[in-house]
């Protein structure tokens, strides 16, 4: 199958609601329970309006148009979570110093494993090394871990995150360096 990758508009938001539910209840089922997916949901995944905003938020589209992916990259402080996260930092990076964040990956997992992921994540990374960033980090579910590594992201030390209820739910903090091309 075809797919369009297109930039996000905020007509987009609630058909994105629904692809991150069904990404993460389908994809990440092996990894987390029920429970902590629910949780999560409430704010660790979900649709961070200011990248699509900020223009550096895309979704994948099949010819009928129906969105089957979404991701991005960020050239602010917050690494993760939707809009209704509280510990959200909206300053910019300094593409000199900061790595930019690649944001908010989600697959329907019937299109699962065809390369629309790999295809968000290149144009996210080209796009920010564009923008002066020579540096990249995110934050990893653990099915996405399998993803990034494969694109030459460096795991650290996974995180078990605070979610409503007491639940807490493991990420994996990951980063990769640009070596930009010699001069001739």
Do not use: N
């Amino acid at each position: 199958m075809e797919y369009k990758l297109r930039l996000a508009t905020l007509e987009d938001v609630p058909a994105l609601r629904e692809l991150i539910a069904r990404s993460i209840h389908g994809l990440g089922a092996a990894d987390y329970t029920p429970a902590q997916i629910e949780a999560a949901l409430q704010g660790a995944f979900g649709v961070d309006t200011v990248l699509i905003r900020d223009g550096t938020y895309f979704v994948a589209e099949t010819p009928t148009r129906d969105i089957v992916a979404c991701g991005g990259w960020g050239r602010r402080r917050t690494l993760f979570g939707s809009d209704a996260r509280a510990e959200r930092d909206e300053s910019w990076l300094d593409p000199k110093f900061d790595p930019a964040k690649i944001r908010a990956f989600f697959i329907d997992p019937q299109h699962a494993r065809r390369g629309i992921g790999r295809a968000i994540l290149a144009r996210s990374e080209a796009e920010a090394i564009r923008a002066g960033f020579s540096s990249f980090e995110l934050m990893a579910t653990l099915p996405g871990v399998r993803l990034y590594e494969k694109h030459g992201y460096v795991p650290g030390p996974a995180i078990d995150h605070p979610l409503p209820g007491g639940l807490t739910i493991r990420m994996v903090p990951m980063q990769k360096r640009v070596h930009p091309a010699p001069s001739a």
